[in-house]
Nanobody, 116 residues
């Protein structure tokens, strides 16, 4: 069973920064494309950023130039550096493989709240 443990969320003021971390277990991590997702109550979970096994990244338009995804294959970890945060970035953030569906295994997520 694949496990994802996300951390690093919290309360931050608009314009602030946070770095999220995710440790992954029980998956062939080094060959998987990974991604960060976010979800707010009543809305569908959306892909925020993805990264291939070789490190190529892609981003949702809403976070482009503000968020940076990275990975450490040796540690089986994925990171999301978030800067210039906006209130609309408030959400629960999750990591998973890049093609995860809601029927797949998910972690608990980490809550990010952007508010003054």
């Amino acid at each position: 069973q694949v496990q994802f443990v996300e951390s690093g969320g919290g309360l931050v003021q608009p314009g602030g920064s946070l770095e999220l971390s995710c440790v992954v277990s029980r998956v062939f991590f080094s060959i998987q494309s990974m991604a960060w997702y976010r979800q707010t109550p009543g809305k569908q979970r959306e892909l925020v950023a993805g990264i291939t096994s070789s490190g190529s990244a892609n981003y949702a338009d809403s976070v482009k130039d503000r968020f940076t995804i990275s990975r450490d294959n040796a540690k089986k970890m994925v990171y999301l550096q978030m800067s210039s945060l906006k209130p609309e970035d408030t959400a629960a953030y999750y990591c998973n493989t890049a093609r995860a569906t809601m029927s797949d295994q998910w972690g608990q997520g980490t809550q990010v709240t952007v508010s003054s």
